[in-house]
């Protein structure tokens, strides 16, 4: 889980990171931006899109013992207890789970810890009462192993006992479709080489599991995989990632977006995101404006990168006790536990990279946003960040420069003015025109149906933009992936060049 970093640690990672950054036929291409517009330009990586050509479809949160899942004995997940039978442990899990899907629509996951004594010992029998309850459920389970409280040392504690543990775990729910095996949690005290073997000798070992089931930790504190990625004998393998808002300050969303995908590397499709999180009992609104909040563009930097990308992800945890991260607080007494959520807005942008039909909440007027065209992938960008009355809409390469930033103003009756942030002009079909091919121009604000926009949620994460007095869509001219293309109105035909993501900064 999540924990303090040494300087000189985190000093050998951003050496790890620059290296990272030269190109090898398996890692991101750098390309060049035009700088003829001149507005904010700076490096960009290929869009996140290209990241994950498909996700992994993994939904979920964590359950973790209210002592942290670092313990030298058994694993006890918040809410069950030692004395507990099969009966009683299925029965509160039953509970929780049930808390989990109702308080976070679309769950589908949990991450569950193990380790030897728990698997080897009396207390497994009734353990896997959990386990075999989200079954029931048709969650997926991700069983991941971790070391004991009194090493901590990213090592496996006892070599024999791991693969018995494993055998054990394997021989009882390696033929069942919903169960993931994560190998080891946060194995930081390996090198890739030596991490490498112990992940071949899982397979070697456990042929008759499908590779798509098994989970390899990144590096370090799972915090890239990219070198566990390029190795070709895990290619149908799964990567665990973790990262954390205390690993590093990142001022923007953008930042940190950027930060998952030198993490993520060529790999997003097998990515599984294992464990994120950020404070969530402080009563910070994660669906609000950043104004410079670290944790603030951290949970929507990332979920902004895990539902662009299709990035399957877990948020930790999902229940701790006492544990300021802890996205549900437990209540109830003995089997009666109930869930009650520590921050809304918190659960809304978890759903919101899980890809479920939330925008980040409900349209923040004081926050910022970037509408990113489906087919070209491009922002919606005022053309040479002009502030002039009439200055054209267009589409271009995202930036994070101010003209490419909106804010979405409630005018009622489900339409928005989309305002930009660089002029403070919202975007306006010119002329008020209702014909097809009309442009779409900022304009001073006047109230005018033409400068008023439905947004309709099409589903998979975009949006069509209806302009109210025509009723015709936001599009990007013939469809064109150029550089400053412009922006339209046209007839609605479901084009992806009509369908738009809406991300909020």
């Known amino acids: 889980m999540k924990r303090k970093i040494s300087l000189s640690v985190w000093c050998l990672m951003i050496v790890g990171a620059f290296l990272m950054m030269r190109c090898t036929k398996d890692e991101i291409v750098d390309f060049p931006v ?45 809410g069950l207890t030692a ?41 497994w029998t009734a353990y896997s009462g959990t386990i075999d309850r989200a079954l029931s459920k048709n969650m997926k389970v991700v069983l991941a192993c971790w070391e004991g409280a009194s090493s901590r040392n990213g090592l496996i504690d006892d070599v024999a006992q791991f693969w018995n543990m494993w055998t054990a775990v394997v021989n009882k729910y390696g033929g069942s479709s919903n169960v993931y095996f994560e190998v080891f949690n946060e194995p930081h005290g390996y090198t890739l080489a030596q991490l490498t073997t112990i992940y071949a000798e899982f397979l070697s070992r456990y042929p008759n599991v499908p590779r798509g089931r098994i989970i390899l930790g990144g590096t370090g504190y799972s915090e890239n995989v990219t070198g566990v990625g390029a190795d070709s004998r895990f ?13 590093a300050t990142r001022p923007t969303t953008l930042d940190w977006e950027q930060d998952w995908k030198n993490r993520i590397g060529s790999y997003g499709a097998r990515t599984v995101v294992t464990e994120f999180g950020a404070a969530m009992t402080t ?40 544990d300021s991260y802890s996205i549900q607080n437990r209540g ?12 809304a807005s918190g659960v809304t942008r978890i759903r919101y990279g899980w890809g479920e039909n939330v925008n980040g909440g409900p349209f923040n007027p004081t926050a ?26 267009i ?27 660089n002029s403070g002009k919202p975007a306006d079909v ?23 926009w439905q947004l309709v949620d099409n589903g998979n994460g975009y949006y069509r933009i209806l302009n109210r007095n025509s009723g015709r869509a936001m599009d990007v001219n013939s469809g064109s992936t150029a550089n400053g293309a412009s922006v339209i109105q046209w007839q609605w035909n479901a084009g992806n060049n009509q369908q738009w993501q809406i991300i909020q900064q």
């Open 235 to 247: 290619t149908s393998c799964l990567l665990a990632l973790h990262n954390y808002a205390f690993w």
């Open 368 to 393: 910022y946003y970037r509408i990113i065209n489906r087919n070209s992938g491009q922002a919606l960008d005022v053309n040479g960040g002009a502030t002039t009355d009439g200055a054209a809409i």
């Open 283 to 322: 009563g910070k609104n994660y669906t609000g404006a950043v104004n410079g909040d670290n944790e603030i563009a951290y949970i929507q930097g990332s979920t902004n990168l895990f539902r662009s990308a299709g990035i399957s992800s877990m948020y930790w945890p999902g229940l701790r006790d006492n």
């Open 395 to 421: 589409q271009w390469p995202w930036n994070g420069g101010n003209n490419q930033q909106w804010q979405l103003v409630d005018q009622g009756g489900g339409y928005y003015r989309i305002q930009n942030r």
């Open 430 to 452: 010119n002329g008020g025109s209702i014909a097809n091919g009309a442009t779409v121009i900022q304009w001073p604000w006047n109230g005018g149906n033409n400068q008023q």
């Open 332 to 343: 109830g007494t003995g089997t009666n536990i109930t869930l009650t959520t520590t921050n």
């Open 34 to 78: 035009e700088t003829t517009k001149g507005i904010d330009k700076k490096p960009l990586y290929r869009d996140v899109q290209e990241i994950a050509a498909v996700g992994v479809g993994i939904a979920g949160v964590n359950w973790a013992d209210g002592r942290d899942n670092f313990v030298d004995g058994w694993v006890i997940p918040s």
């Open 83 to 123: 004395s507990d039978d099969y009966t009683t442990v299925s029965a509160k899990a039953n509970a929780i789970l049930t808390g989990f899907q109702t308080n976070m629509p679309g769950c589908n996951a949990v991450r569950l810890p193990i380790n030897p004594p728990s698997v080897l010992e009396s207390w």
